[in-house]
């Protein structure tokens, strides 16, 4: 399908939010250097992609069945590609997961590494041989800030995209020695509609097997300050998208690649100290002791950053 000078790229978990987005802005590129294959794990679910990708859909973007918990399933869709040749690959199908650690069962942790950490293995062992073989290509992973700072109440989605960063961090010499680069997208939080249903769903849910003052700090401090956060902070997944053409096209693209510079100082502050105290206590402070101070500070934060973050999406009343 992929016409003579063509970048072939496949994407994972594009049926919604950070996939969607970035599938259909390179599809749309202007020069149509991209072939874009769209998988997703159940296509019923195509509809949101198909529309948003117009007319380059059967054009510049095509459609493939990819479940990347599934060894069958991504060794099919590989194959079904023109001499299994993969330009760029972007590993972004992911879950999340937030709530005391005593109401989550193991089986539910391990879906998540199961999706985020195993899933991305999976697809990137198979494309690899390829890749070496052909001394080229960029595998891209659409990991979080949580992957470099672990967050309160995020323990095991933080553990699973720290163990991404690791995988990828080691991966990244050998790969270097056949041509082939990977870099991390590191988004902050994003406007997807999960996160709408997600603070919803929390802010109902009963946490069986934790204790009052552990739900009680997690409904009334965390997921306040948490929505504030979103709201103050949060890009949408087209800047997202954006920031991951540019990792594209870049002739020399970083491994690190923090999407929002406002997150740029949490980490900064980790490798400031070493011995971690600075952050574990930075981030004790800010939720239990200033709590309050913390809600004006983002409400500040808010009129300061209006004009350049939310002017471009909404209309200042
Ligand atoms: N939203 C944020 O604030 C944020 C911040 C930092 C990083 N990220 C990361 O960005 C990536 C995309 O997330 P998003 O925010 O765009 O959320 P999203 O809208 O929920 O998209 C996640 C996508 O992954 C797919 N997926 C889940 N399990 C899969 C599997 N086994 N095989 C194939 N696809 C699967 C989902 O498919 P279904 O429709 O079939 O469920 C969906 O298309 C994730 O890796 C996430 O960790 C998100
Ligand atoms: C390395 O990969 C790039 C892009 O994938 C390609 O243009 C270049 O020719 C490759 N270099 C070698 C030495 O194979
Ligand atoms: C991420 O990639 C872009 C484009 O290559 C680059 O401008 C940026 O400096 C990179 N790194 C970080 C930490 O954002």
Redesign the pocket.
């Known amino acids: 399908m992929a016409s003579n000078g063509q970048k072939v790229v496949l994407i994972t978990g594009c049926s919604s939010g950070i996939g969607l987005r970035i599938a259909v802005m390179l599809a749309k590129d202007k020069k149509k250097q991209y072939h874009v294959i769209a998988t997703m794990r159940d296509l019923k679910r195509k509809d949101k992609l198909v529309e948003a990708a117009g007319d380059t859909y059967g054009q510049t973007l095509t459609l493939q069945t990819l479940d990347v918990c599934s060894d069958e399933s991504v060794r099919q869709c590989i194959s079904s590609v023109k001499d299994r040749h993969i ?1 760029v690959l972007i590993n972004n199908a992911g879950i999340s997961l937030v709530g005391p650690l005593e109401s989550i069962g193991m089986d539910e942790m391990k879906k998540v590494f199961e999706t985020n950490f195993f899933g991305m293995v999976r697809m990137i062992k198979e494309v690899m041989p390829d890749m070496k073989r ?5 595998i891209i992973v659409v990991s979080s800030v949580m992957g470099l700072q672990g967050v309160v109440f995020n323990d095991i989605y933080a553990a699973s995209k720290f163990a991404v960063e690791g995988f990828c961090e080691s991966m990244a010499v050998q790969l270097l020695k056949f ?3 990977v870099s991390m997208i590191e988004p902050g939080p994003v406007h997807t509609e999960l996160e709408v249903k997600m603070v919803e769903e929390m802010s109902k849910k009963e946490f069986p097997g934790s204790d009052p003052e552990t739900v009680h700090y997690f409904k009334n401090i965390y997921l306040p300050s948490s929505i504030d956060i979103f709201e103050t902070l949060g890009q949408t997944p087209d800047d997202i998208a954006r920031c991951t053409k540019k990792v594209i096209e870049a002739p020399h693209p970083c491994f690190h690649n923090m999407t929002n510079p406002l997150y740029t100082p949490i980490v900064a502050l980790k490798y400031a100290d070493e011995t971690g105290g600075l952050s574990v206590h930075a981030f004790y402070h800010m939720l239990f002791n200033l709590g309050s101070l913390m809600h004006v500070a983002m409400n500040v934060l808010k009129c300061i950053t209006c004009g350049c973050l939310r002017g471009r999406t909404v209309t200042p009343s």
């Open positions: 330009d052909r001394r080229g290509g960029h041509n082939i680069t």
